[in-house]
């Protein structure tokens, strides 16, 4: 087998995981603990994986394709899909989630052999890059667009902040851990796609 074929049989398989994760983050949204305003899922958890596990720009990608596979339509987010879902105030938890996989694939992959530190902390601020952007458009969601009496800022946190962060901090903890050991495996598959 030559080399070139090796590369394009690497770049195929990264393709597939890249799938892989979109498809991961469609599941995750159907796996949730029902919360009032705004349910916990393992959304999160799946795209920050994506950063840490395909870096940055691919982890992105793959988290965007999930998004523009739910705006055509297809019913893959927490509640149903299509465009007009732009209007919901937790739309932008799915923008979040494809800044949020940037976000950590870069920090997490700036380093060849990232320590468990470096990956907490590109969790972390994948999560932070993720509750700005969510938290942001559901206030503006709230205030602007959607008939009701408005929210504050403190009801903002209330509904949005304080009941989720417990579980999202476990999820950074848990994505973290097995980054550490898939990264190795990953990182090989990547290799090719930057040497074109």
């Known amino acids: 087998m030559t080399a070139h074929t090796t590369d394009y049989h690497k770049r195929i398989t990264l393709l597939c995981i890249c799938a892989l994760f979109a498809a991961l983050s469609a599941v995750g949204a159907f796996i949730r603990i029902p919360i009032p305003y705004l349910p916990i899922t393992l959304q999160s958890f799946f795209t920050m994986l994506a950063g840490l596990l395909l870096g940055g720009r691919l982890g992105a990608a793959s988290v965007g394709c999930y998004v523009l596979l739910g705006l055509a339509g297809v019913p893959i987010f927490t509640e149903g899909g299509g465009i007009s879902y732009v209007l919901k105030p937790s739309f932008g938890y799915l923008a979040g989630f494809i ?54 800022v403190s009801a903002l946190f209330s509904a949005c902040f304080f009941p989720c962060i417990p579980g999202d901090i476990v999820k950074c903890v848990c994505g973290a851990m097995l980054a550490k ?16």
Do not use: C, H, Q
């Open 99 to 152: 800044a949020g996989a940037y976000v950590t694939g870069k920090i997490a992959n700036a380093k060849a052999e990232p320590s468990i530190k470096r990956l907490l902390a590109a969790d972390f601020a994948g999560l932070a890059v993720i509750y700005a952007i969510g938290m942001g458009y559901f206030f503006a969601a709230k205030n602007l667009w959607v008939a009701g009496d408005g929210m504050s």
């Open 181 to 196: 050991r898939l990264i190795p495996v990953t990182r090989r598959y990547r290799a090719a796609v930057r040497s074109e």
